[in-house]
């Protein structure tokens, strides 16, 4: 009998031991989810600007020969809201346009001395990731200094 319950231990021992072996593995881990790589963020025009000019002007109209040369700066800032772009612009500059005239012994100079304008701006943003563009409307005020003088040359 003893005999009996030590078989009867040993083949419940062997057939644990095998079935552990029989248990099934563990589901292999979820394939990772592909994501994408992140967007390129838009272009924005928002944001603060510097900048100078200079040039030169000419006119002639109805006998009036107006040239020289000006220089100036330029500041201004825009703020977009999704597809439109609201911003304000101010210029001055410096300028030596104009022309002298000699008669009789007189001479008559008129010039334009300095020139400022203030712009603001209206625009719809065109989206094109590789060449951003931009459609504007720019109403403004522009206004200018001019001296007149006559002297005697004799």
């Given at each position: ?22 248990l ?65 612009e ?65």
């Amino acid at each position: 009998m003893k005999f009996v319950l030590v078989v009867l231990t040993l083949a419940a021992s062997v057939s644990a031991a095998a079935a552990a072996d029989v248990l099934p593995a563990p589901a292999p881990a979820a394939p990772p989810v592909y994501s994408p790589p992140p967007a390129t963020p838009a272009y924005n025009w928002s944001g603060f600007y510097v900048g100078v000019m200079g040039g030169y002007g000419w006119s002639t109209s109805q006998g009036n020969d107006f040239k020289g040369g000006f220089a100036g700066g330029t500041v201004g800032a825009n703020a977009q809201f999704q597809n439109f772009v609201v911003g304000v612009e101010t210029e001055g500059a410096w300028s030596n346009i104009g022309q002298s005239v000699t008669a009789f012994g007189l001479t008559a100079t008129d010039r334009i001395q300095a020139s400022d304008s203030v712009t603001g701006r209206l625009a719809a943003t065109i989206s094109r990731s590789a060449d951003p563009a931009a459609s504007s409307a720019t109403p403004g005020f522009t206004m200018a200094t001019r001296s007149a003088a006559a002297s005697n040359t004799a």
